[in-house]
C-alpha cells in the first residue's frame, strides 16, 4: 500500500500554482495520472521517486516512511525502491543491451535475472547491441527492463512511449501489460492517451491544477453515464463543417478517420481539438464532447 499526502508550490506557464496530491495505491495496482500538461503530474513522480522535495506531507510505502516533513525524513532516490522510465530513454551509449542491464544490478540475483529480463522484453537477439543501433521502440524497451532490474516495489512511467509511432506504441502497451501482469509491480504512468488509459489501467486519477479531482476506472471516466449506446469510439475532433441541415463532424479515433452527423444542438457543444465519445445504438449515433 502506498499513501501519498503532500504539497508543493510550483511554478507554471500559467502562473504560480498550490499543488496537493492526496492518493492511496494498492500493491500490484497499475495507475495512470491523467490530465491536462502542466497539472503536475510529472512533478508528483519525481516527488515519489525522491527527485523533487515537497514542501509538506508523508508519503509511505508498505510502512516505510520515505518523506515525513514533521519528522525531517527525505530518503534519497537511491534508498527509494523504484524504478523510473522516462520518455528520453537515458541509455548508457557505449554499453551494450544487456551492459546498460548489468550496471543497474546491485546483487548477484540481479544480474543473474538480467537474461530473464531480455526475454521477457524480446530483444534476446539484440543483447550485444549498442542502443545508438536500436530503434526507437527497442530503446525503450531497454528503459523499461532496466528499470525492473533491482525489483523495485514501484514503476514510474513518465509518458514512456509518446514520442513513438502508433504501431510501435500499441506494441509496447502489449509489453507493459504483459510485464505488469507477469511481475505484478505497482505501476504509476503518466499519459494523456485515452486509449492507453483505458488499456493499461485498473484505475485512472485525474489531476487538474495540482489537485487529484477523481480516482475511478479509467471506462468510469471516460464515458458518460448517459449514454446506453452499444459501440462507443473517443477521438479527437478534426473539424466541424455545415452541410445544411445539419452539421458534418470528422474525429480521428485511433488510427481511423470517422465522420458523424450532429444537430445545431450537438455541434455547438463541440469544438476542434477536443474530444468527443462516438455512441451509436440502432445506427444512431449520438456525440458527447469529452472534459
Request: glycine letters at 6%; proline letters at 5%.
Amino acid at each position: 500500500m502506498i499513501y501519498i499526502n503532500i504539497t508543493k508550490h510550483l511554478d507554471t506557464a500559467e502562473g504560480p500554482l498550490n499543488a496537493h496530491f492526496e492518493l492511496t495505491i494498492n500493491d500490484g495496482e497499475f495507475l495512470t495520472l491523467f490530465g491536462p500538461s502542466g497539472a503536475g503530474k510529472t512533478t508528483l513522480l519525481r516527488m515519489i521517486a525522491g527527485l523533487e522535495k515537497p514542501d509538506s506531507g508523508k508519503i509511505e510505502v508498505d510502512g516505510e516512511v520515505w518523506f515525513d516533513s514533521a519528522k525531517k525524513i527525505n530518503l534519497p532516490p537511491q534508498k527509494r525502491s523504484i524504478g523510473f522510465v522516462f520518455q528520453d530513454y537515458a541509455l548508457f551509449p557505449t554499453m551494450s543491451v544487456r551492459e546498460n542491464l548489468l550496471f543497474a544490478a546491485e546483487t548477484t540475483e540481479q544480474r543473474h535475472n538480467v537474461d530473464e529480463l531480455i526475454e521477457l522484453v524480446e530483444l534476446t537477439a539484440l543483447s550485444d547491441r549498442l542502443p545508438s543501433t536500436l530503434s526507437g521502440g527497442q530503446k525503450q524497451r531497454v528503459a523499461l527492463a532496466r528499470a525492473l532490474v533491482r525489483h523495485p516495489k514501484i514503476l514510474l512511467l513518465d509518458e514512456p512511449l509518446s514520442a513513438l509511432d502508433s504501431t510501435m506504441r500499441h506494441k509496447l502497451q502489449d509489453s507493459l501489460s504483459l510485464i505488469h501482469t507477469r511481475l505484478g509491480v505497482t505501476t504509476l504512468l503518466v499519459s494523456h492517451d485515452i486509449a492507453e488509459t483505458v488499456k493499461l489501467s485498473d484505475r485512472l486519477a485525474a489531476i487538474e491544477s495540482g489537485k487529484i479531482i477523481r480516482t475511478c476506472s479509467p471506462m468510469e471516466f471516460f464515458s458518460p453515464k448517459t449514454l446506453s449506446g452499444k459501440v462507443q469510439l473517443i477521438g479527437d475532433i478534426l473539424s466541424i463543417e455545415y452541410d445544411q441541415p445539419v452539421y458534418v463532424i470528422t474525429l480521428l479515433a485511433g488510427n481511423s478517420i470517422i465522420k458523424a452527423v450532429a444537430s445545431a444542438q450537438e455541434a455547438s457543444a463541440l469544438k476542434v481539438g477536443g474530444k468527443a465519445v462516438l455512441s451509436s445504438k440502432a445506427f444512431n449515433p449520438i456525440l458527447i464532447p469529452l472534459g
